[in-house]
């Protein structure tokens, strides 16, 4: 409700925000369309699995993102407020995503997929089975995401970087890496093969595959654990070395 | 002093003052150099890609690809290297109440605004790798033409910039009349231009080719100048196309800004934020 | 940009003049309430606040003004019409002759605006950079710029910090070089909005020091807003005081405590740990056989109270003093509220 309230709070211009999301779903789309004119399939996956692939993936683009509100709090230095409340810091900064994540669907990613047959593209997963393993897959998603933006912030504060450095870094590269806006089946030189081996991949690429009933779901779903089961350690461990330099990080 | 000598002395100290933060404070400057490279460039890479994979896109070789990349790449940098400090993200500095600061100076707010974000060092990790990939792409297009084609493609990429700059301000304007909730429209604006304005628009429906060369032109940062100087678009007209683009827009943009100003003057910003002022 | 004329645009000697001078704003109102979410977007609720309501006010060249008053009460929004920040609903501004929003640009050529929570300076940049960006941008004479440099970085101390990055200096430094770089085009009036906000007892008195100086010996305006009284008492031979909007005072502070409330001090040493009872004093603090009191000299004589206090305890020693200028304000502010509510 909190995120409602701030991001309703001025009037409906966040709707603006959701109007450029859709332009640029609507452009992707028509490019895979020009893209694939005449192809019955490339890389395995026909037009119709790209485009659902693409429109799921702008669905659930905040998810499996896994961007916390951590960097705006080191960069207005409200971080060190936050120790003073009762609820762990990595827990503040879960709930707080989740907020807006949910706001944001509600919003945008419901009505989207509701005009997935008006732009043309079918939304429904591979199967029942591939809808309950996806769900699976982007909760898997969501942990490896928030350790991932949890180690951001540890870089940021370890280097004594802008956080908004490392932020829109993470912005620039992740979309490629983590395979949310060119499947790695449609990438050439073998590059998607090795791709598929990065952490980020774990964030968009896993579970979207699993959802269009591509690639293997076990396995896939084993490489999202083994990334959570690595980095997580790494960012309780470096939270805890950085929780003194990060009270007089910000502000 | 006319207004001409003033501009440049203005700008020759915004690039001193740049030029003395890189040597200073030389590892956010990498940082920074780096993290620039990578936004302007991650999207450049996906295309750069899909059009390897599928041997072009659309009626677009890959070295037609790769032009237009580079172009979009190069107005980005032009941007990055004039546009710095929120100017190109000019909701923020309305949004944050910032705008006191250039309202107390004794010159216009149009100088102000046309020389304070003036970046030639920090804005060079992006017009650079940009101007060598338009090199590259120019020498496997083959193209061999004289000082009037370049001349061309410097009009269309100021030109360009022109009309990516009229759309941030046009935009960003609505931080006037909604400071909170509109702080940050520039920051979906200006994501919405670097994401689309790489890729070409054929293929697409009549009414949303209209939108992208109307409310929202990306066409106008890659697709159309790009036709007009590889001559897939026939037209004599056609390189003249995008300038004019750019008066339109920018009188747009001049015609909301100057509104947002007088609505400004009368209701003033009840938030003050220092984020990005001067920094 | 030529060199903006120095020649005298007033008729008068008045510096400031407002006019009937109005200002209000209009606030939008959240409960909160999910259902008022959705209703505030269709249908916002506003609440018009009068910020200013018929200002008058003159100021004359050379003078230091206090201008005072209660959170909210008008005191950023005059500043801001004053120095052509904003635009009133009604009235007429003018300032060294000039209409702050029409002429701003030679307007700002001659004025000097200091926001205690806001920074001009160059927050990567040294302070010595900072000011050599104002010297282009105000395109202030090098003769000028020079003198006025010099005598910035003699008299606020800025020598000792005049090449560190600005984001190294401490908030007493900081407030030093904003000042310093307001007066480097040598400004005919300055503002001051809360000039001394944030800084310790030795930086204020600098600070303080400082503008009287100026004032003093170049013959600056200064209009000066804060809510430390005892440093605009010190500063300042005039106050005015704004509340809701309006001119509630005008004058020098004596007049001020003596309309208001001659709230004095009396502390006795007695024989006794008992304090006597005095009417018309309130006993305020009490340490062992030294008692004090508080009263009004306008309701209650000093002679009646020591009479009164003799007839109780034996006097050892008797000091009386006047009620410090914030507990003189609180009481008017106090009142104001209570008034507001009948």
């Not at chain 1, 896994?66 to 705006?72: L, R």
């Not at chain 2, 400090?85 to 309305?94: C, D, M």
């Not at chain 3, 007066?183 to 007892?201: M, Y």
């Amino acid at each position: 409700m909190m995120s409602a309230s701030g991001m309703a709070g001025d009037g409906p211009l966040f709707l603006i925000d959701y109007l450029l999301r859709f332009v640029r779903v609507a452009l992707l789309l028509a490019i895979w369309r020009t893209l694939f004119a005449g192809r019955r399939a490339v890389g395995g996956m026909p037009l119709t699995t790209v485009l659902t692939y693409t429109l799921i993936g702008e669905v659930f683009a905040e998810p499996m993102a896994g961007f916390t509100t951590m960097a705006d709090a080191f960069w207005d230095g409200t971080i060190t407020a936050r120790f003073l409340r009762p609820m762990s810091l990595f827990g503040q900064f879960a709930a707080e995503a989740g907020g807006l994540w949910t706001v944001n669907f509600a919003l945008f990613s419901a009505p989207l997929l509701a005009c997935a047959p008006l732009l043309g593209v079918r939304a429904l997963p591979a199967s029942p089975a591939a809808a309950a393993l996806f769900l699976m897959s982007l909760a898997l998603a969501i942990v490896v995401g928030l350790a991932i933006d949890y180690i951001s912030g540890a870089i940021a504060i370890g280097m004594e970087l802008s956080p908004w450095i490392v932020d829109r870094s993470r912005r620039a590269v992740g979309g490629l890496l983590s395979g949310a806006i060119i499947p790695f089946a449609l990438m050439p030189w073998g590059v998607g093969r090795a791709l598929a081996w990065n952490p980020f991949a774990a964030l968009a690429s896993a579970p979207l595959q699993i959802y269009v009933g591509k690639g293997d779901p076990v396995r896939l779903m084993a490489l999202q654990v083994a990334w959570a089961a690595l980095l997580w350690p790494i960012a309780m461990r470096a939270w805890m070395k950085l929780r003194e330099r990060m009270v007089s990080y910000g502000g | 002093m006319n207004t001409l000598t003033r501009l440049c002395r203005l700008w020759a100290l915004y690039a001193r003052m740049d030029l003395h933060w890189v040597t200073r404070d030389t590892k956010t400057f990498v940082t920074w150099s780096i993290s620039d490279t990578l936004l302007n460039f991650g999207g450049l890479l996906g295309m750069m890609l899909l059009a390897q994979r599928f041997g072009g896109i659309g009626p677009w070789s890959q070295a037609q690809v790769l032009f237009l990349l580079s172009y979009s790449a190069v107005c980005g940098g032009v941007m990055e290297m004039f546009c710095g400090f929120n100017v190109a993200y000019i909701s923020r500095r309305i949004g944050r109440g910032q705008l006191d600061h250039i309202l107390a100076q004794p010159q216009p707010i149009w100088m102000a605004l046309a020389t304070e974000g003036f970046c030639p060092f920090t804005g060079s990790a992006v017009i650079l790798p940009g101007v060598l990939l338009m090199a590259w792409a120019v020498s496997r297009l083959g193209l061999r033409q004289g000082p009037g084609w370049y001349g061309a493609l410097a009009l269309n990429i100021a030109a360009s910039t022109v009309v990516a700059l009229s759309f941030q301000f046009i935009w960003g304007s609505l931080a006037f009349w909604a400071p909170r909730a509109a702080e940050e429209i520039n920051s979906a604006s200006s994501r919405l231009l670097r994401q689309l304005r790489p890729y070409p628009l054929e293929g697409l429906a009549p009414a949303l080719k209209g939108a992208l060369l109307g409310l929202l032109p990306v066409g106008f940062l890659g697709w159309a100048p790009c036709r007009a100087l590889l001559g897939m678009d026939s037209r004599p007209t056609s390189i003249w196309v995008t300038p004019l683009a750019a008066v339109g827009f920018g009188l747009i943009a001049t015609a909301v800004f100057r509104k947002g100003l007088a609505h400004y003057g009368r209701t003033g910003s009840q938030r003050y934020l220092a984020h990005g002022h001067r920094t | 940009m030529a060199e903006p004329a120095r020649s005298d645009t007033s008729r008068t000697d008045i510096a400031l003049e407002l006019r009937g001078v109005n200002k209000t704003f209009r606030q939008r109102q959240r409960s909160g309430r999910m259902g008022d979410i959705v209703a505030g977007l269709i249908r916002p609720v506003y609440r018009e606040i009068a910020a200013l309501r018929n200002i008058d006010l003159e100021v004359a060249r050379g003078a230091i003004v206090a201008y005072a008053g209660p959170n909210g009460a008008g005191k950023s929004t005059t500043v801001k019409i004053a120095s052509g920040m904003l635009v009133p609903d009604s009235g007429t501004v003018r300032v060294l002759g000039m209409d702050p929003v029409r002429q701003r640009e030679a307007y700002m050529s001659r004025a000097g605006v200091v926001f205690g929570q806001r920074t001009e300076l160059w927050m990567d940049h040294t302070v010595a950079a900072s000011y050599d960006w104002k010297r282009v941008v105000w395109d202030i004479p090098r003769e000028r710029y020079d003198r006025m440099l010099a005598y910035v970085l003699d008299v606020l101390g800025i020598a000792e910090f005049y090449r560190t990055t600005v984001r190294e200096l401490s908030l007493g430094q900081r407030m030093r070089a904003d000042l310093g770089m307001a007066l480097l085009h040598e400004p005919d009036i300055l503002f001051l909005d809360e000039p001394s906000l944030g800084l310790d007892v030795l930086a204020k008195r600098s600070m303080l020091d400082f503008i009287a100086d100026l004032n003093r010996q170049r013959r600056v305006t200064v209009l000066v807003t804060s809510h430390d009284m005892a440093e605009l008492e010190q500063l300042a031979g005039r106050i005015v005081m704004i509340h809701r909007g309006e001119i509630a005072f005008d004058g020098p502070f004596d007049q001020l405590r003596r309309e208001f409330a001659d709230r004095r001090v009396l502390r006795i040493d007695t024989d006794s740990p008992t304090a006597p009872v005095l009417p018309g004093a309130t006993l305020t603090e009490s340490l062992g056989c030294r008692h004090e009191y508080a009263f009004d000299a306008g309701e209650a004589g000093i002679a009646e109270l020591l009479a009164c206090a003799a007839n109780q305890v034996a006097l050892l020693d008797v000091e009386t003093h006047r009620a410090p200028i914030d507990d003189v304000i609180a009481n008017i502010y106090v009142r104001w509220q209570e008034r507001s509510r009948q």
